[in-house]
T-cell receptor, first 113, second 113 residues
């Protein structure tokens, strides 16, 4: 079935560091790809999505480009801030998953001042 | 805008107990979801409902029942709580399926003694 594999566990950075969280997917069709962010005590919220090859999603300085050739949707930010500390989830949905989102296991980003 | 309300915020139960979690949304969305979030395992879909009175099993439906009483509400029942179980249950809704954004509630934290 469709699945997402992403950087897991803890990611520790200092303010102004460059961030990359890797996300690779496996899907039988042409999925829509998502990045969600979850702050402590809250539910996940959409950061952005992309539906076509080479489409770039972006929000709040974060960006990712849909790459069908490498089946990837890596999250990047040039200069992280302490306020970016949160858990980041890559997810996909397509006709193969029906109405469902398939989530990666999440990466917890901690940014130190 | 809209909001998803989950009750209760914290739920403490005994082993073998039947426990019910409730979710209300005022987005007027057709589709609603229940996810279980465990540390290091990401979000796993328990049940979803495409419209009122519809129920679809997710990947983790064993041990749970669900009920979509009306368009705005979706309940989840843990049929027999497992000792030492601890997880966060997240409710979400979306206007449609596949490529649509899901909006999440803040979660119900379950602890089973």
């Amino acid at each position: 079935g469709d699945s997402v594999t992403q950087t897991e566990g803890q990611v520790a950075l200092s303010e102004e560091d460059f961030l990359t969280i890797h996300c690779n997917y496996s899907a039988s069709g042409y999925p829509t790809l998502f990045w969600y962010v979850q702050y402590p005590g809250e539910g996940p919220q959409l950061l952005f999505r992309a539906s076509r090859d080479k489409e770039k999603g972006s929000s709040r300085g974060f960006e990712a480009t849909y790459d069908k050739g490498t089946t990837s949707f890596h999250l990047r930010k040039a200069s992280v801030q302490e306020s970016d500390s949160a858990v980041y989830y890559c997810a996909l949905s397509d006709l193969g998953t029906g109405s469902k989102l398939s989530f990666g296991k999440g990466a917890k980003l901690t940014v130190s001042p | 805008g809209g909001i998803i309300t989950q009750t209760p915020k914290f739920l403490i139960g005994q082993e073998g107990q039947k426990l019910t979690l409730k979710c209300q949304q005022n987005f007027n969305h057709d589709t609603m979801y229940w996810y279980r979030q465990d540390s290091g395992k990401g979000l796993r879909l328990i049940y979803y409902s495409i419209t009122e009175n519809d129920l679809q099993k997710g990947d983790l439906s064993e041990g749970y029942d669900a009920s979509r009483e009306k368009k705005s509400s979706f309940s989840l029942t843990v049929t027999s709580a497992q000792k030492n179980e601890m997880a966060v249950f997240l409710c979400a809704s979306s206007i449609g399926t596949v490529s649509y954004e899901q909006y999440f509630g803040p979660g119900t934290r379950l602890t089973v003694l």
